[in-house]
T-cell receptor, first 112, second 111 residues
């Protein structure tokens, strides 16, 4: 069965370090999204991609970057981790347009 | 930018009772989607509404999209313990495929 996987599931790191969260989907979806989830804020869009070599900023993109070199992967990089980036991160994908999004299991990131 | 507001943030329900969660957008939407997230889990798609005034049902869940396509509601009848979780609405504006999520309604059920 097709799926979307995130790794690692949990990570603890220190402020100032570079961190990369992986997202891999086997749906062959064009669209991929990264969200962060914080209490009281729901899901906020960080970055998104509509295809290979396409990346776009979401509403909370500062301090994050993504790259899309193939259809399956959209890694999320925190260039210099800050304590304010402690959160649960979800990756999602869909086949295009306003189709339903399929979410990964999330990565819980703690920055000390 | 587009904002989607969702109320209430928390809903404590006696098993067997009904409740409703509401979603309002500052702009007209092309469609609205509803997701459910169980505790410790990830959001899972429930339904999508596209047409003005549309009503859809899934067993005990009734979803509505307002006439002006700016608001939506989810009504659950005869709440069960399996309904526990956080329900999110998410809207997209015309010609844009990004979703703007509401803050969610977290539902707990008293047996």
């Amino acid at each position: 069965d097709a799926e979307i996987t995130q790794s690692p599931r949990h990570k603890i790191t220190e402020t100032g370090r570079q961190v990369t969260l992986a997202c891999h989907q086997t749906w062959n979806h064009n669209n991929m999204f990264w969200y962060r989830q914080d209490l009281g804020h729901g899901l906020r869009l960080i970055h998104y991609s509509y295809g290979v070599q396409d990346t776009n900023k979401g509403e909370v993109s500062d301090g994050y970057s993504v790259s899309r070199s193939n259809t399956e992967d959209l890694p999320l990089t925190l260039e210099s981790a800050a304590s304010s980036q402690t959160s649960v991160y979800f990756c999602a994908s869909n086949s295009g347009g306003n189709q339903p999004q399929h979410f990964g299991d999330g990565t819980r990131l703690s920055i000390l | 930018g587009q904002q989607v507001m969702q109320i209430p943030q928390y809903q404590h329900v006696q098993e067997g009772e009904d409740f409703t969660t509401y979603c309002n957008s500052s702009t007209t939407l092309s469609n609205i989607q509803w997701y459910k997230q169980r505790p410790g889990g990830h959001p899972v798609f429930l339904i999508q509404l596209v047409k003005s005034g549309e009503v859809k049902k899934q067993k005990r869940l009734t979803f509505q999209f307002g006439e002006a396509k700016k608001n939506s509601s989810l009504h659950i009848t005869a709440t069960q313990t399996t309904d526990v979780g956080t329900y999110f609405c998410a809207g997209a504006v015309p010609n844009d495929y990004k979703l703007s999520f509401g803050a969610g309604t977290t539902v707990t059920v008293r047996a």
